[in-house]
């Protein structure tokens, strides 16, 4: 006699099939697990988030990501207030690739599905609890799945980290407007651009991409006082398009705040759900690409029954990108009250462009610059 879905018990549930989720999916789905993977979107959506993310991200896959790149950024332009500029030249060995999110989430699930994970779209999740050791998820008209275990992987919007008592207690998030651009203008390639004059207590950036250009304004600390639409309408201008060109989304990015535990009973926060992006520079793709790639090395050896708790996915993030966060929001905190004098001091000093090349990278953390740079800022 055949199963039905509400008695089947998976091994392992996520929700979400973006980067951080479609990772986790295929990692897990390599080991055998078979995960299922809930995802609200009835259809993949255009995501004109900025789409970088450092090139040494593919030592965590064993299949290529390079089909998903559309452009290799050797340098990086900053500018103040659309003039002052400052030209930093990336390291020749860890490039900073750009790629179109949209492609990349679909690589990566597809990944996940050849090695057996499964995909059910139009799902809205309305509850998820547990009883005993299995969790059950309601969605929207009643469905329910149960499984031993579940990742959080539904982006900067999730509730279930708060209703879950897991990550941090009241997130700090980024006001972002999100532009997708056909064309290049004046971008050219291999060249990102950051602006610090024009957005208060954030910055605009522009990336391209193959044909076209993802362009962002962010602030992020306090509430985003700058009207985006003003700050694009002086920008893009200044990139060679017209004022009121492009896909517009805005957005509230959670961005990295404390260290707060990632892991429950079974329970596992990943990507922009688990407040990781950077907070100085809103890097969101490497951090949700690492934490797929760990939890789902956690969850196999918990689900082998190798690991007798998830907590060395938590202890693993504050390692490997927390500590370094951490510093990267004090200097965040200090630059972007301070904007102009963190631009003079921090990004036109002879050798900051190269630290920040660095940090792009993923060669050098924040760690290794905060105290010299914090000192510097509050000295002046």
Not at 9 to 23: D, E, Q, S, V
Not at 320 to 329: H, L, Q, T, V
Request: proline share 6%.
């Amino acid at each position: 006699m055949s199963i039905s879905e509400e008695e089947r018990i998976h091994a392992a549930l996520i929700l979400g099939a973006g980067a951080a989720g479609a990772a986790a999916a295929a990692h897990l789905a390599a080991t055998g697990h078979h995960p299922l993977i809930l995802e609200r979107d009835f259809s993949p959506r255009i995501k004109p988030c900025g789409g970088g993310m450092a090139a040494s991200v593919q030592q965590w896959f064993p299949f290529p990501l390079d089909p998903a790149v559309e452009q290799v950024i050797r340098r990086v332009d900053f500018s103040w207030c659309l003039s002052d500029p400052v030209v930093a030249e990336l390291p020749g060995d860890a490039p900073f690739w750009i790629v179109r999110r949209e492609t990349l989430d679909q690589l990566l699930l597809t990944e996940a599905l050849s090695a057996g994970a499964e995909l059910i779209r139009g799902v809205d999740v309305t509850d998820i609890r547990r009883s005993g050791r299995i969790w059950t998820i309601t969605a929207e008209g009643g469905r329910q799945w149960k499984s031993r275990s579940v990742v959080i992987a539904d982006g900067s919007g999730s509730p279930w980290p708060q209703r879950l008592g897991l990550g941090a207690k009241q997130p700090q998030t980024a006001s972002t407007m999100s532009v997708r651009l056909e064309g290049r203008g004046h971008l050219a390639d291999g060249c990102a651009r950051f602006e610090f004059g024009l957005v208060k207590q954030g910055f605009a950036w522009a990336f391209p991409l193959a044909g076209g250009v993802n362009v962002g304004v962010g602030s992020f600390i306090g509430k985003q006082d700058a009207d985006p639409e003003e700050v694009l309408a002086q920008l893009l201008p200044d990139l060679g398009f017209p004022p009121d060109a492009g896909i517009r989304q805005r957005g509230q990015l959670r961005v990295w705040n404390g260290h707060h535990r990632l892991d429950g009973d079974g329970l596992l926060l990943v990507g922009d759900a688990a407040s990781l992006c950077d907070p100085f520079l809103a890097e969101g793709l490497r951090p949700a690409l690492m934490s797929g790639c760990t939890a789902a090395a956690h969850l196999d050896r918990w689900l082998s029954g190798e690991q007798k708790d998830l907590r060395g996915y938590s202890r693993a993030m504050r390692d490997n990108w927390g500590e370094s966060m951490a510093w990267g929001r004090r200097i965040a905190q200090v630059f972007y009250r301070f904007p102009g004098v963190g631009y003079q001091l921090g990004i036109k000093r002879p050798t900051a462009p190269q630290r920040i090349a660095q940090i792009l990278s993923g060669e050098m953390g924040y760690g290794d610059i905060a105290q010299r740079v914090i000192k510097r800022l509050l000295l002046k």
